[in-house]
Structure formats: C-alpha cells, structure tokens
Nanobody, 127 residues
Framework: QVQLVESGGGLVQAGGSLKLSCAQS????????MAWFRQAPGKEREFVAA????????NYADSVKGRFTISKDNARVTIGLQMASLKPEDTAVYYC????????????????????WGQGTQVTVSS
C-alpha cells in the first residue's frame, strides 16, 4: 500500500497558475502509473491527466488540454500538475491516484483503474 500526499492547492484568480504536487511513500514509485482527478461540489469525480509508469506517455481531459501539464519525477518520487490559464470551472478538490503496473508505457484514465488515492487538495479559481 502506498501513501499519497497532495500539496500546492489554493485560491487563484482566473487566468492565473498553480502547481500541484503529489508525494508518494511506500511501494516502488517507478512501478506506478499515476493520475490526477478532480471533484467539484455536487459533481462526480472526473479524470484530469495521467502519466505512464516510465513518464513517457501522458493523456489529458479535453477540458484541460493545452492548459495543464502532468509530470513524473521518479528520482524525487513525486508527480506534478502545472495548471495555467485557470478558469472558475477548474474549481474542485484535486486528487492524486496511483496504480501499480508492469506496463511501462500504459496510461489509465478511469478512476476504477486506481487503487491508491491521496486525501485531495482544494483549488479555487475566482472570476
């Protein structure tokens, strides 16, 4: 079982930027595919971005494509989510998720694919 701890959330004006980080402890970080999901009040959790085991492949939700960038640093055992051009509709609790896999290049975009989750970090974008 791994532990995931997110950080970096906060309040930002529309058009601004934030960077989220997720630190992993336990497990072998480089064996995990990772992702970010988010959940706004009254809505279901939705996929934001994913990165493969080896960090070489990424995938993004259409709503964030071109604005968000996911990264995986196997040396520092963290993943990041650089968010730019933020919009009020990006307001949500953002969750980091991990899935152990032997598939180095595969990415997973469904919440049901992931077994380990962080506690979440709030991102609020004001208009």
């Amino acid at each position: 079982q791994v532990q995931l701890v997110e950080s970096g959330g906060g309040l930002v004006q529309a058009g601004g930027s934030l960077k989220l980080s997720c630190a992993q402890s336990g497990g072998t970080f480089s064996s995990y595919a990772m992702a970010w999901f988010r959940q706004a009040p009254g809505k279901e959790r939705e996929f934001v971005a994913a990165v493969s085991w080896n960090g070489g492949n990424t995938n993004y939700a259409d709503s964030v494509k071109g604005r968000f960038t996911i990264s995986k640093d196997n040396a520092r055992v963290t993943i990041g989510l650089q968010m730019a051009s933020l919009k009020p509709e990006d307001t949500a609790v953002y969750y980091c998720a991990a899935r152990r896999t032997v598939l180095r290049s595969s990415i997973f975009t469904s919440a049901s694919d992931y077994g380990d989750w962080g506690q979440g970090t709030q991102v609020t974008v004001s208009s």
